[in-house]
Structure formats: C-alpha cells, structure tokens
C-alpha cells in the first residue's frame, strides 16, 4: 500500500498563476482533508471530506477550491496565487465517523508562490 | 474559537532522561485526542491516540489525559537522539475534524 501520495513535490508559482495539487490514498477511506502548514502556524485545516460527493470548509478556506474526485482523490486548486499562499501543504485520510479515528498524512507539497 | 495550547520549545532532555511535553485543550467536552512526531521536512506521524482519562501506554510513550483539567501529556522514556522532533497535538471538539496545537519542538542531548 502506498497510502496516501502527493504531487507534486515541489512548485514554484508567479503571482496570478494557478495550479492543482493532487492527493490520493488507497486505503479506502472515507474522510480527506488539507492542511497548510506555516513556521509557528501549526497545522490550518483548508477544506475537508468527510465522505465521497461532500466537502466543507476549514479554517482557512479564502483562496482554495477543492473536489472530491471519487472516494481516493481529493484535489486542492489556486485559482491566482499569492504570495501568502506560500506553504507546505499535506492531505491526509481518516477511516472516518465519530470520534474521528487516526489521520494518515502524505508526504507534503512545498509551493511557493513569487 | 477551540484551540489547542503547546509550548513551542525548544525543550533540550539529555539522552535516557524522561521527556514530558503538555497540551491544554479549551472544551471539556472534547472526546478524542492525538500526539503525532514530525521530523524536519517530513509530514506528521501518529505516536499515540487516547480517548479517556488516564494513562495509555505503547512502549516508551505514555499518554496521560485528564479531562476535568483539560489537559493531555505525553511522556517519553528513555529518551533517544531519534527522538529529536517537534511533536503535535492534536484535539477533536465534537465534529470529524482535529485541531491541531502548534507543536513542541523537542531535542534530545546526547
């Protein structure tokens, strides 16, 4: 299993420009999530699934958009990036219900945006 | 506003010692709570969950929660240069998402 994957890695952006990250998971979960994480910040919840064909905002969604492709993909998109969006961005999965079980993260997505 | 309270460190432990890092959360009615290990450069990874008062033990860790107080520990024994990393809390406040604390940034003197 190669649980939860990103891409890409890395991405370099000029203000304005727009992009997709990717995320995937095959350990057939039902809850997806992405977070951004700044220097002193911890980890911000952007936008989650808590299952196929549903999404909510996080804590700070300004910016994002996102779609639940099917139950392994969720995708984060910059419309017109801005410098502020310079982050690491990690996806993660969870079985799903309530209490929320274990979060499963990817191994991150390092923007930055010029 | 929930929040999820760490110190940011760094906290230095000399290898072997204990190392204990603290986590305060802002409702008691929170039922699920997460410590996970983060290196430099990498994504989080869990350590330890626990869900009701008391100690959980899982080799050298120990999670410590106490409700009432609003507060969740995590005790390492034994500490070794490996566990050099910042640590995150992480607490459920009645929905399917965690809050996350801003992390511990521990060191472990060899």
């Known amino acids: 299993n190669a649980g939860v994957t990103q891409t890409p890695k890395f991405q370099v952006l000029k203000t304005g420009q727009s992009m997709t990250l990717q995320c995937a998971q095959d350990?057939?979960?039902?809850?997806m999530y992405w977070y951004r994480q700044d220097p002193g910040m911890g980890l911000r919840l952007i936008y989650y699934?808590?299952?196929?064909?549903?999404?909510d905002k996080g804590e700070v969604p300004n910016g994002y958009n996102v779609s639940r492709l099917n139950k392994r993909e969720f995708s984060l998109r910059l419309e017109s990036a801005a410098p502020s969006q310079t982050s690491v961005y990690f996806c993660?999965?969870?079985?799903?219900?309530?209490?929320?079980?274990?979060?499963?993260f990817g191994p991150g997505t390092r923007l930055t945006v010029l | 506003q929930k929040e999820v309270e760490q110190n940011s460190g760094p906290l230095s432990v000399p290898e072997g010692a204990i190392a204990s890092l603290n986590c305060t959360y802002s409702?008691?009615?929170?039922?699920?709570f997460f410590w996970y290990r983060q290196y430099s450069g990498k994504s989080p990874e869990l350590i330890m969950s626990?869900?009701?008062?008391g100690d959980k033990e899982d080799g050298r860790f120990t999670a410590q929660l106490n409700k009432a107080s609003q507060y969740v520990s995590l005790l390492i024994r034994d500490s070794q240069p490996s566990d050099s990393a910042t640590y995150l809390c992480?607490?459920?406040?009645?929905?399917?998402?965690?809050?996350f604390g801003t992390g511990t940034r521990l060191t472990i003197i060899p």
């Open positions: 993660a999965s969870s079985p799903g219900g309530y209490p929320p079980d274990t979060q499963y």
């Open positions: 350990m057939n979960h039902n809850s």
């Open positions: 699934s808590a299952s196929e064909g549903t999404t």
């Open positions: 409702d008691r009615g929170s039922q699920s």
């Open positions: 626990i869900y009701s008062n």
């Open positions: 992480a607490v459920n406040f009645g929905n399917e998402k965690l809050t």
